[in-house]
């Protein structure tokens, strides 16, 4: 048996080796990328389905590397989440979104909004609604265009706390939506009491929702239940045409995804909203 443990612990041992290397430099590295300007904003834009129109941008974050290259979200802000870096990546994306917002806000007469994310661990932390305080005031965005987008599972994993905190950034008049819903365990009294403005349908029951009725019938729970609740739905990863009708026809207000535009650098953001204008 013993030998057994041994031989599979250098198994083990191997094939973690260079993950946990992956993973050391990461949150070595981490630490010097903001400074080194090695993060920066991609800007997907939300779309209203009768029109085709932009309504707004979600910003998401991108990581250079100069050695590895690009670095997906999904790997790094866990890592930023543990080591300690997220509540100053997560000002860093705050402020910059805000002041981009601003940029193209000037000199356009239809109101943008601005959707940011929002990791947990900035939620359960105290500063929060002193950093949003700070960004809003520096930047002079309209309170209203700004979303905080929060996952289901993060806002009910203590819905209390949350719900403390919703009411303080609510009072600031910055709007706020519940990510990846339908993923998330959502109590229903919690969510009649959350002050949020707006539900995600996660991916996952859009992506293929034209030949899988059971994604299909969530995704207009989903519709339905916001109704209710009186509160916008936007469909995010919709990829095809086939999902965009569906979407529409299930009256989802905003839609979001490679079907219209994937992530985009400023710049080409700057050029699609321009394109629109003309
Ligand atoms: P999310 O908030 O659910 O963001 C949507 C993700 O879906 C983005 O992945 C986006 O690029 C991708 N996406 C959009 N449309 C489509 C589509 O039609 N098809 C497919 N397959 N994917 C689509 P991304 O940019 O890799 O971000 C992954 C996650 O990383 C985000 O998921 C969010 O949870 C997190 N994230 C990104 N930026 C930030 C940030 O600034 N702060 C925090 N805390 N988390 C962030
Ligand atoms: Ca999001
Ligand atoms: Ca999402
Ligand atoms: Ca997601």
Redesign the pocket.
């Known amino acids: 048996a013993k030998q057994n443990g041994r031989a599979r612990w250098m198994m083990f041992d191997q094939t973690m080796q260079e993950g946990a290397l992956r993973r050391l430099t990461l949150e070595a590295e981490l630490r010097l990328a903001l400074d080194a300007n090695q993060l920066f904003l ?1 800007y ?1 834009p939300i779309i209203t389905p009768g029109d085709g129109m932009i309504s707004g941008f ?4 991108r990581w250079r590397h100069p050695v590895l290259g690009m670095i ?3 790997e790094f ?1 866990p890592v930023a989440e543990e080591v300690g870096l ?1 509540g100053q990546i ?1 000002s860093w ?1 705050l402020e910059a979104a805000c002041l981009q917002l601003r940029e193209w806000q000037r000199g356009r007469a239809l109101p943008l909004s601005m959707s ?4 947990a661990v ?1 939620l359960a932390g105290g500063e929060l609604v002193k950093v949003v305080t700070r960004v809003l005031a520096e930047t002079g965005i309209a309170h209203g265009s700004l979303k905080l ?1 929060l ?1 289901e599972s993060a806002v009910m994993a203590d819905a209390d706390h949350a719900l403390a905190v919703f009411k303080e950034l609510k009072a600031l008049g910055v709007r706020l939506s519940l ?2 819903f339908g993923t998330g365990y959502s109590s229903l009294s919690h969510l009649r009491r959350l002050p949020i403005d707006t539900l995600k349908i996660d ?1 996952s029951f859009v992506s293929a929702m034209d030949s899988h009725s059971d994604k299909r019938q969530i995704a207009e729970v989903v519709v339905m239940l916001a109704r209710t609740l009186g509160l916008d739905v936007v469909a ?4 095809t045409r086939a999902e965009l009708d569906i979407l529409r026809e299930m009256g989802s207000d905003f839609v ?4 219209y535009f ?2 985009l650098d400023a710049a080409a953001a700057t050029l699609a909203l321009a394109d629109e204008a003309s």
């Open positions: 991609q997907q979600e910003a998401l974050l997906s979200p999904l802000i997220i997560g994306v940011v994310n929002v990791s900035q987008e996952t990510d990846d991916r995010e990863g919709v990829e979001q995804g490679y079907f994937r992530p």
